[in-house]
């Protein structure tokens, strides 16, 4: 059974725990990112109309409204990791040598691993858009931006440990190629993001305080 965003929290918990394929991995990054979006989003919602901010209001509600598109991408792609992963069980289970499975499984696959490659995408978006807010948002909500930030790079790790689980299926050379530069891609502009924000944060939060 796919979960979407209509589930509650412990009802997701409960199937992620359970000894059932769905929700996985992918599912469970994707909802990390989306809660990386949300804590972002109410830093910048505590900063929108404050008097001492006034010059920064533009900025600041292009990027809620950002926040907010990567929110609601990222539970989609929630449910459609679970879609993914679930058809790929299924014309797993077909006869080896039938056509069905022979044609289906390769395109099945690759979804497999562009869901993620999304999410970990959307997870990057959401690092760079922290960057852009440490200096123009309410110091006293910094910790929560920190928390964003270091949720979208859990996101994006995550992201790519599910692309390279599926990785070893993918038959055609150049595509597997294609995938492990785009993982490494990701991973290295996240890594030199979180590298860069963290301390950031904390040296506006001392100045400030």
Same mark, same amino acid.
């Given at each position: ?51 001492? %901010? @006034? =010059? ?6 292009? !990027?809620?409204?950002? &926040?907010?598109?990567? $929110?609601? #991408? %990222? @539970? =989609? ?6 879609? !993914?992963?679930?058809? &790929?069980?299924?014309? $797993?289970? #077909? ?115």
């Amino acid at each position: 059974m796919t979960h979407d965003r209509t589930t509650t929290v412990e009802q997701f918990l409960a199937a992620t725990a359970a000894r059932q394929p769905t929700p996985g991995g992918g599912s469970v990054a994707a909802l990390a990112g989306a809660l990386a979006a949300a804590i972002g989003e109410m830093v910048i919602n505590y900063s929108i109309g404050k008097k001492d %901010l @006034l =010059q920064h209001q533009p900025q600041l509600k292009t !990027a809620v409204h950002e &926040l907010e598109r990567a $929110r609601e #991408l %990222l @539970l =989609q792609l929630m449910v459609e990791d679970q879609a !993914a992963y679930e058809a &790929l069980t299924m014309i $797993r289970k #077909l006869p080896a040598e039938s056509s069905e499975r022979i044609d289906r499984l390769p395109a099945a696959i690759l979804t497999c691993i562009r869901v993620p490659q999304s999410i970990g995408a959307a997870a990057v978006a959401i690092l760079e858009l922290a960057g852009r807010m440490v200096d123009l948002v309410n110091p006293y909500l910094l910790s929560d931006l920190a928390v964003s930030a270091e949720l979208a790079m859990a996101t994006v790790r995550c992201a790519i440990y599910n692309c390279r689980v599926n990785l070893v299926d993918v038959p055609d050379a150049r595509d597997r190629q294609s995938i492990e530069s785009t993982m490494n891609l990701l991973q290295t502009r996240a890594v030199g993001l979180i590298q860069a924000v963290v301390p950031r944060i904390w040296s506006r939060y001392e100045q400030a305080m």
